[in-house]
C-alpha cells in the first residue's frame, strides 16, 4: 500500500485547505484511514480516522467541528476538509492506513504534506 498526501499550503488564519490522501491499495475499502499531524517542536498527533466503509468517523476534541474527515471508495482517496485554520494548525500533516486481520495489523504511512497558518 502506498500513501498520497497532497493538499497542505500556505494559508491565512480563518482560512480553509482540502488534504487528500491517495492510495494504491487493492481493497482500499478493507483499510481505515487517519489523518496525524506534527507540529513544530512536537510529537506527532492523530487528528482524525474514518473506517473502511466510511460509516464510522472520529475526531480530537480539537478540531471537532472545525475539520471534516470523507473518503472516496472508488477514487482511492480520503479528504481532510479544513475549515477555520488557526496559526497552531500549522504541522505537516500524514495519512495514515490501517488494516487489522486475524493475523495481525498491518499499518502504512504517506509522505505527510506541510499546512503553514499565518496569523
Known amino acids: 500500500v502506498q500513501l498520497q498526501a497532497s493538499g497542505g499550503g500556505l494559508v491565512q488564519a480563518g482560512g480553509s485547505l482540502r488534504l487528500s490522501c491517495a492510495a494504491s491499495a487493492f481493497r482500499f475499502d478493507y483499510y481505515a484511514i487517519g489523518w496525524f499531524h506534527r507540529a513544530p517542536g512536537k510529537q506527532r498527533e492523530r487528528v482524525s480516522c474514518i473506517s473502511g466503509s466510511g460509516d464510522s468517523t472520529y475526531y480530537e476534541d480539537s478540531v471537532r467541528g472545525q475539520f471534516t474527515i470523507s473518503r472516496d471508495n472508488t477514487e482511492k482517496t480520503v479528504y481532510l476538509e479544513m475549515n477555520g485554520l488557526k496559526p497552531e494548525d500549522t504541522a505537516v500533516y500524514y495519512c495514515?492506513?490501517?488494516?487489522?486481520?486475524?493475523?495481525?495489523?498491518?499499518?502504512?504511512w504517506g509522505q505527510g504534506t506541510l499546512v503553514t497558518v499565518s496569523s
Open positions: 495514515n492506513a490501517v488494516r487489522t486481520t486475524a493475523r495481525g495489523r498491518n499499518e502504512y
